[in-house]
């Protein structure tokens, strides 16, 4: 049984020890799967390390497993990593329109603009995002 599927960004560890800074480089995101056995009560991890700059895919298990179809959308959508022979390739949280992955490390966390409705304009108000340092 598949218990989940997710990722993590190699990107701020190349800081921490030089030795593996040329293996992150070549590997920026490191995808896992969970299982879990039932017959022997176990659980199993599987590594993978992949690399998103060279935009190679990985094969889906969504066939094997029917958890995995909404597993791998989730991981598709928040880390950019790429399936082939994906059945349902829909987005589930963010925008269609938007082609950022928001669990990358390189992800900004402030956007550009403030968006708000002013009540006395009835209209969407647009300004600059600024900064300010407490």
Do not use: C
């Amino acid at each position: 049984m598949l218990l989940e599927s997710s990722a993590i960004d190699n990107k701020k560890f190349s800081r921490i020890n030089p030795r593996i800074n040329t293996f992150l480089k070549k590997n920026r995101l490191t995808l896992f799967y969970l299982y879990y056995f039932l017959q022997t009560n176990t659980k199993l991890i599987l590594l993978t390390n992949y690399n998103n700059l060279k935009l190679r895919k990985i094969a889906s298990i969504d066939k094997l497993f029917k958890s995995a179809s909404w597993l791998e959308r989730e991981v598709n959508e928040m880390f950019k990593i790429n399936y082939s022979h994906k059945t349902d390739i829909r987005r589930l949280l963010l925008d269609y329109t938007k082609q950022e992955h928001p669990l990358l490390k390189d992800f900004p966390t402030e956007g550009f603009n403030d968006v708000y409705y002013n009540f006395f304009e009835d209209q969407v108000v647009y300004t600059k995002n600024t900064v300010v340092e407490l």
